[in-house]
């Protein structure tokens, strides 16, 4: 009987202490403060984690060249549409960049992803030529 007593104490402690862990992520210094480079993020994409790493890619690589002197707008028009309980949904992006001779190169220097919010967070940097 004192066996069993002490094989429940020990699972019902091991379960308390293994429930109790925190798995908190750290997130990286370069997130605030990307230096020379500029950072992007996309939360989860339909179309699954590549296309979420190419837009999160995309939108640093805009703010990295509107950083060096190229002009970047863009628009995005989101549509929903429910038709018997089936949504739809369509998204159409323009994008218009205006660039005063100047090339802009860059690669990914680093990838974090948040899996709390599954977002995928991107560190560009400059190439220099």
């Not at 159409?92 to 974090?112: F, G, M, P, S, Y």
């Amino acid at each position: 009987m004192q066996i069993k007593l002490l094989l429940a104490f020990i699972f019902t402690t091991f379960f308390i202490l293994a429930c109790n862990q925190e798995n908190v992520q750290q997130k990286p210094e370069w997130l605030t403060d990307p230096g020379d480079g500029a950072v992007g993020s996309c939360k989860t994409h339909v179309k699954g984690r590549h296309y979420q790493e190419e837009l999160a890619i995309g939108r640093a690589r805009e703010r990295l060249a509107a950083r060096y002197g190229v002009e970047v707008s863009s628009i995005q028009t989101i549509k929903e549409k429910i038709v018997n309980e089936k949504a739809y949904v369509r998204s159409d992006k323009e994008i218009l960049q205006t660039v005063n001779k100047t090339t802009v190169k860059a690669h990914v220097r680093e990838t974090w992803i948040d899996k709390q919010y599954d977002e995928v967070w991107v560190w560009v940097y400059p190439v220099s030529n």
